[in-house]
């Protein structure tokens, strides 16, 4: 079954979708960066990031939004995270933004889902006056910093964003 615009819902997620978020977040963070790590640093970070218990409390967070993607065959196929900035950002301005994540599994690449998702969450990051913006990025992860580009972010910055005991080298970007 081919997936078109018509065959996928995205929406805003709700309580009811922590346990899909957390096996939904730690597949596509393993398909895109787990090669990079070693199996007890993923695993320790996807225990901690992509749990049950994170996406409750993320879910339950005020200054956060979550929306997914639902696939007409029942699955989750994507999901962004936006909310107030918590990014190490020196003078950071007390009205900051952030898109904190944003991924459609692999097999849906190239359907224009990314970009739904981050309609979506810039929209609401709008609704709550939520300005400037920023995203972390893996430096190395040029496809992503490409599509924030096209939406305006620039690298100010850099900092390390610990997988267990590996950390990453990640760009901040900014709009």
């Known amino acids: 079954m081919a997936t078109t615009p018509d065959s996928v819902t ?33 695993q320790t970070f996807l225990a901690k990031s992509h749990s049950p218990e994170w996406w409750s409390g993320a879910l339950a967070d005020h200054n956060r ?25 020196q003078n950071l301005e007390p009205d900051a933004g952030e898109v904190q994540q944003l991924y459609v599994l692999a097999e849906f690449h190239n359907l224009r889902l990314g970009t739904r998702l981050m309609e979506a969450g810039l929209e609401w990051l709008a609704s709550q006056r939520r300005s400037p913006l920023y995203i972390g990025v893996w430096s190395e992860n040029y496809g992503a910093q490409r599509f924030y580009g096209r ?16 950390v990453d080298h990640e760009f901040i970007l900014k709009r």
């Open 151 to 166: 939406y305006g972010f620039n690298k100010v910055g850099e900092y390390g964003f610990p997988v267990g005991k590996t």
């Open 10 to 42: 995205i929406r805003r997620a709700t309580p009811a979708d922590a346990a899909a978020l957390a096996e939904l977040g730690a597949a596509t963070f393993t398909e895109t960066f787990g090669h990079l790590y070693p199996p007890e640093d993923l």
């Open 65 to 89: 939004a979550v929306w997914v993607i639902d696939h007409e065959s029942g699955r989750k196929i994507g999901f962004i995270v936006v909310g107030k900035c918590k990014l190490p950002v």
